[in-house]
Each structure stands twice: as structure tokens, then as C-alpha cells.
């Protein structure tokens, strides 16, 4: 059984599943790194859609919250990393795994509480990491992520590897306390940290103009520090690369961190157990229908003939034959051991 067990876990690292992580260029980017684009939202998406059909099923417990709608915001931010860059995150993070390029399969048995999965079925929808693809979570607490991230960023100066850490909050956790307390060290110590606040509009089922007295500049949240910021179309995949481009060269290049505002919208509530009543249906289809950020690359692909509709339907079967082969994986991965709940408690030093 062990030795089983750790043939299943090798697969889940077997296929990388983002973007490729290239500089983005002035003129774009190419036919090849325009599908790759693609391909990772996509990935995302019906990922994302197969996770809320297994809840309604009753095999995800817990909190789940979906990134659907939000895809373009870490898809455009990882094309531009380095492999060894860091990247935490907070509660909607399912995205965020994949586009590191942590293996749906693993993704999906840890969604499901199964031994497979990247933290052992212990963790579930927020909580697990993979040090391979140099992830550090998903994180529960609102804002909890972002002075972790400052001490990543602190760690990837301390041993001078030229790495920068990408730090992703909402707008709700853009009102913590914490987080100006890692801006200021962040600023202090000038960290290589992007800090990417991912602007949705609702905190739970609080509208961002009820929660922020400037609600249409967070980025200039770090003014105060010195922190330059940039605000970037969070529906729009290459206008979150090109900007992401910026962030990510002035962290490396030594001069601190810098916040980087997507704005962008999720289709589904706060979370699964959200009916999300607090918003008009018309404004949800007027985002899907205006800015839906696979759409809009889909027109892109077929304007620059770099894929037509026959190519496109060929993607989308492919995908979905992964995510369906990942959810089968899930269902059959053992449930942990009950001697699972005394394991990785705590490190001997």
C-alpha cells in the first residue's frame, strides 16, 4: 500500500499545468505563449467548475472558495516569474496552485480529504502548500498571508538568489492592519515582494466602496511607505502580464516591493455556501458577457490567427479530460489514516 501510495504522489508533480514563466515583451506575446496563457485559465476554470460540482456532491467539506472569473490575475503574474520565485496566498487559491504548476490530481484528492492530496488530506481548500513548487499556501486568516510573504521576500534577500516573492490579498484583507506593518518592513528593508491585491469588489458581501475611503486607488496604499503601485485590468491577461512585468523587475532588481491592484470580479459568492444576494444578477451577465478574461483572450487568439474554433474546441477536450482524470484520481485515493492526525505537528530541531 505504501509503495502505491507513493506512485500516485510522484504524478502529481508529472505535468506542469501554468504558463511558461517568460519575460513579457513589449510587442507581446507570442502565438506560443498566448495559448499557454489560454491553456492555464482554462485549466483554472473548468477545474474550479469540477470542484463546485464535487461539493454539491458532498465530497468537499468544509469552506471552498471558488476563483472563477479571477483566472487572468495569477495566469498573467506567473508567466512572468522565475520557477524559483515564491508565491502565498490566501483562501481562494485553488488558481494560484495551478498556475504554480502543482499537479491537478494532488490538488483535487487534497480538495477532497484523500492521502494523495499535497498535504495529506489534512489541510482541504486552504491549506496546503508544495515547497517543490515553492508555494506556501493558501491561508485562512484574512490578510495572515501577507507578512508571511514579506518574510519570504526577507528570506530571498538574506540568501542574495535574486528571487522575488509574489504576495496575493484582496481588497477586504487590503484593510488589515498587518498588512502596513509588512509594507513598512517591506519598504524598510527594501523586501523583493509583489504585493498583489486582487480587487474583486465584494469582501464577503461588502462592496469594496463600503469597506475603503478610496476605493478606486489600493495600489496607492503604499504611498505612504514609498511603495510605488500600479492598477492593471484584472479581467485582461495581458494587461495583467504587461504590468506584472514592472512589478516583478523592480523587486528583483533590488529597489523593494511594489503593489500591483488587478481589478476583477468572481462569477460565484464568497464562497460555496454564498447565494450571493447582495449584487444583481444583470451585474454579474453584464461582467461575464463585457469581460470575461477566456473569452477575451479567445477573441485575441483568433484576431492574430494564432488558433481558430476547431483548434480551441481541441483545448478545451484536453483540459477537461484532465480535470475529469483528476476528480477520478480523487475518488479513489484512500481517505488518511487516523494515525495522519499526529504526523507533521511539528519539526525536530
Not at 475518488?331 to 489514516?337: A, L, V
Request: neutral net charge.
Amino acid at each position: 500500500m505504501a509503495d502505491q501510495r507513493t506512485a500516485k504522489r510522484s504524478a502529481r508533480g508529472s505535468k506542469p499545468a501554468a504558463a511558461k514563466k517568460t519575460p513579457a515583451k513589449a510587442s507581446g506575446p507570442d502565438k506560443d505563449e498566448s495559448l499557454e496563457l489560454y491553456r492555464a485559465m482554462l485549466l483554472i476554470r473548468r477545474f474550479e467548475e469540477k470542484a463546485g460540482q464535487l461539493y454539491g456532491m458532498g465530497l468537499i467539506g468544509g469552506f471552498c472558495h471558488l476563483y472563477i472569473g479571477q483566472e487572468a490575475v495569477v495566469t498573467g503574474i506567473q508567466s512572468v516569474m522565475e520557477d524559483d520565485d515564491k508565491v502565498v496566498t490566501g483562501y481562494r487559491c485553488h488558481g494560484h496552485m495551478l498556475a504554480c504548476g502543482m499537479d491537478p490530481k494532488g490538488v483535487m484528492a487534497e480538495l477532497t480529504g484523500r492521502i494523495d492530496g499535497y498535504s495529506r488530506g489534512k489541510g482541504g481548500s486552504m491549506h496546503m502548500f508544495s515547497t517543490e513548487k515553492n508555494f506556501f499556501g493558501g491561508h485562512g486568516i484574512v490578510g495572515a498571508q501577507v507578512p508571511i510573504g514579506a518574510g519570504l521576500g526577507f528570506s530571498c534577500k538574506y540568501q542574495e538568489n535574486g528571487n522575488v516573492c509574489a504576495t496575493y490579498f484582496g481588497e477586504g484583507a487590503a484593510n488589515q492592519g498587518q498588512v502596513y506593518e509588512a509594507f513598512n518592513m517591506a519598504a524598510l528593508w527594501k523586501l523583493p515582494v509583489v504585493f498583489v491585491i486582487e480587487n474583486n469588489r465584494y469582501g464577503m458581501g461588502t462592496s469594496v466602496q463600503r469597506a475603503a475611503a478610496n476605493s478606486s486607488a489600493l495600489y496607492a496604499r503604499g504611498d505612504a511607505f514609498g511603495i510605488p503601485g500600479l492598477q492593471v485590468d484584472g479581467m485582461d491577461v495581458l494587461a495583467v502580464r504587461e504590468g506584472a512585468a514592472k512589478a516583478v523587475e523592480h523587486a528583483r532588481s533590488g529597489e523593494g516591493p511594489f503593489i500591483l491592484e488587478a481589478q476583477t470580479y468572481r462569477y460565484r459568492g464568497h464562497s460555496m455556501s454564498d447565494p450571493a444576494k447582495y449584487r444583481t444578477k444583470e451585474e454579474v451577465q453584464d461582467m461575464r458577457s463585457k469581460h470575461d478574461p477566456i473569452e477575451q483572450m479567445r477573441a485575441f487568439l483568433v484576431k492574430k490567427k494564432f488558433a481558430d474554433d476547431e483548434d480551441l474546441k481541441a483545448i478545451d477536450k484536453d483540459i477537461k479530460a484532465r480535470v475529469n482524470e483528476a476528480a477520478e484520481f480523487a475518488q479513489t485515493s484512500p481517505e488518511p489514516d487516523p494515525s495522519e492526525l499526529w504526523t507533521d505537528v511539528r519539526v525536530e530541531a
